[in-house]
């Protein structure tokens, strides 16, 4: 996903290109494992102190469910923007000051932008915390491992040896009674 961004940099503030995404095989992170192709729309806008980029990608990750461990596909929107900044100025040739800040990815001496590090990051941010291969996911059995989502499984339900005062209160309190 490079963009060649020279005649942009060169352009006035306010002048913006704007391309279709369209990858095929990307790899985003050893972690991410993406199905199928990458497709998306992106807008770079020249802004004073470089290239404001803007947009939204719709890929298909391969993740695994946390509740019964199995593998399935999420299909995920993503909208990001961000700022990106000259490392070399594109009239003279000359290196700029280093970026301070960490938000602002930078554009390389050859005056390309690169978003895959820029996509990677706003995906990565997007993955909910618990991923689930299905809302009403019933997990795994604690005991044997059976997937409760086939069914249940034989097991006993554990009883905590810490409430058995309680359990024998119920049973003398029932004895009590008739």
């Known amino acids: ?3 060649n961004v020279a005649q942009l940099m060169k352009a006035p503030v306010g002048t913006s290109l704007v391309y279709d995404i369209d990858e095929e095989d990307v790899q985003l992170d050893s ?3 993406v199905i199928g192709p990458l497709t998306g729309h992106v807008r770079l806008r020249r802004i004073n102190q470089g290239l404001l980029v803007d947009g939204w990608v719709e890929l298909a990750l391969d993740l ?4 019964c461990l199995k593998e399935f596909e999420q299909p995920m929107h993503v909208d990001f923007a961000e700022q990106f900044n000259p490392t070399v ?3 003279t040739g000359l290196p700029m000051p280093p970026i301070d800040e960490e ?3 930078p554009i ?3 005056h390309l932008v690169d978003l895959t590090e820029a996509i990677r990051q706003n995906v990565l941010l997007a993955l909910p915390m618990v991923t689930l291969c299905r809302e009403d996911c019933k ?3 604690p005991q ?3 997937d409760l989502n086939l069914g249940p499984c034989e097991c006993q339900p554990e009883v905590d040896t810490r409430m058995s005062v309680l359990a024998k209160l119920l049973q003398d309190g029932s004895n009590s009674e008739s």
């Open 31 to 33: 972690d991410l494992k």
């Open 89 to 91: 100025d594109v009239l």
């Open 64 to 67: 695994t469910c946390t509740r």
């Open 139 to 141: 997990g795994l059995c």
């Open 103 to 105: 938000e602002i990815f």
């Open 108 to 110: 390389d001496e050859h």
């Open 1 to 3: 996903m490079l963009y």
């Open 144 to 146: 044997c491992g059976h």
